[in-house]
T-cell receptor, first 109, second 114 residues
Framework: AQRVTQPEKLLSVFKGAPVELKCNYSYSGSPELFWYVQYSRQRLQLLLRHISRESIKGFTADLNKGETSFHLKKPFAQEEDSAMYYC???????????FGKGTLLTVNP | DAGVIQSPRHEVTEMGQEVTLRCKPISGHNSLFWYRQTMMRGLELLIYFNNNVPIDDSGMPEDRFSAKMPNASFSTLKIQPSEPRDSAVYFCASILGGGVNEQFFGPGTRLTVL
C-alpha cells in the first residue's frame, strides 16, 4: 500500500526565513516522489519531482530512502510562496498517484 | 491547448438529486483521474482510467458514485443520489504516459449539496 504523510497542516514563516515542509512516505518498492502546489485560485500544478533533481522557484527536495522522507526546502521564503503544498507518490509502473493531506504555507511580510 | 476542462465550475444541489460532473482531458493524454478534495481528508483519488478503461476504482466511496469515459476526450463522474457529505471540490487530471509524468489538473468543480 502507498501512503504519504504530511505532519503539518499549517506552517507559517516570515519572509526571508528558511522553510521546510515535511513529507514521509510508506511504500514497499522504489517510489517516485513529487511535490505539487496550489496557489490561491489556481490549479494544482507540479512543483518538482525527485527524478529531475532540480530546483524550482528556489525549492529543493531530496529523497531519503533510509528515513523514507522527501522534505521540501527553501532557504529564504518569499510571500509569493504562500500556497497549499502536496507531497505525492507513485510506484512508477502504475499510474496511481497518492497524495498527502497537504500543508498550507503562509509567508508573512 | 486550454488544458484540462471541467464543468460546471460550481454546482449547488439539494440532497437526493443527481449530480453529473464533466471533464475533458488534454488532447492526446491517455490516462484520466478523478479526485475529491476536502479539508478533512485532503486530496483523494476516486478512480482512474487508462485508454478509456477504468483501472482502479477502489477510491470510489460507495455505489452512489459512478464514472464513465466513453471516449478519449470526455469523462463523467455521477453521484446519485447526492448527500451533504459529498460536498467537496472534485478535480479531474490527465497524463500522457506513465505515472512518473506530470499530472495536469483541471480547475475543479465545487459541489455543495444542501
Amino acid at each position: 500500500a502507498q501512503r504519504v504523510t504530511q505532519p503539518e497542516k499549517l506552517l507559517s514563516v516570515f519572509k526571508g526565513a528558511p522553510v521546510e515542509l515535511k513529507c514521509n512516505y510508506s511504500y514497499s518498492g522504489s517510489p517516485e516522489l513529487f511535490w505539487y502546489v496550489q496557489y490561491s485560485r489556481q490549479r494544482l500544478q507540479l512543483l518538482l519531482r525527485h527524478i529531475s533533481r532540480e530546483s524550482i522557484k528556489g525549492f529543493t527536495a531530496d529523497l531519503n530512502k533510509g528515513e523514507t522522507s522527501f522534505h521540501l526546502k527553501k532557504p529564504f521564503a518569499q510571500e509569493e510562496d504562500s500556497a497549499m503544498y502536496y507531497c505525492a507518490l507513485t510506484g512508477g509502473s502504475n499510474y496511481k498517484l497518492t497524495f498527502g493531506k497537504g500543508t498550507l504555507l503562509t509567508v508573512n511580510p | 491547448d486550454a488544458g484540462v476542462i471541467q464543468s460546471p465550475r460550481h454546482e449547488v444541489t439539494e440532497m437526493g438529486q443527481e449530480v453529473t460532473l464533466r471533464c475533458k482531458p488534454i488532447s492526446g493524454h491517455n490516462s484520466l483521474f478523478w479526485y475529491r478534495q476536502t479539508m478533512m481528508r485532503g486530496l483523494e483519488l476516486l478512480i482512474y482510467f487508462n485508454n478509456n478503461v477504468p483501472i482502479d476504482d477502489s477510491g470510489m466511496p460507495e455505489d452512489r458514485f459512478s464514472a464513465k469515459m466513453p471516449n478519449a476526450s470526455f469523462s463523467t463522474l455521477k453521484i446519485q443520489p447526492s448527500e451533504p457529505r459529498d460536498s467537496a471540490v472534485y478535480f479531474c487530471a490527465s497524463i500522457l504516459g506513465g505515472g512518473v509524468n506530470e499530472q495536469f489538473f483541471g480547475p475543479g468543480t465545487r459541489l455543495t449539496v444542501l
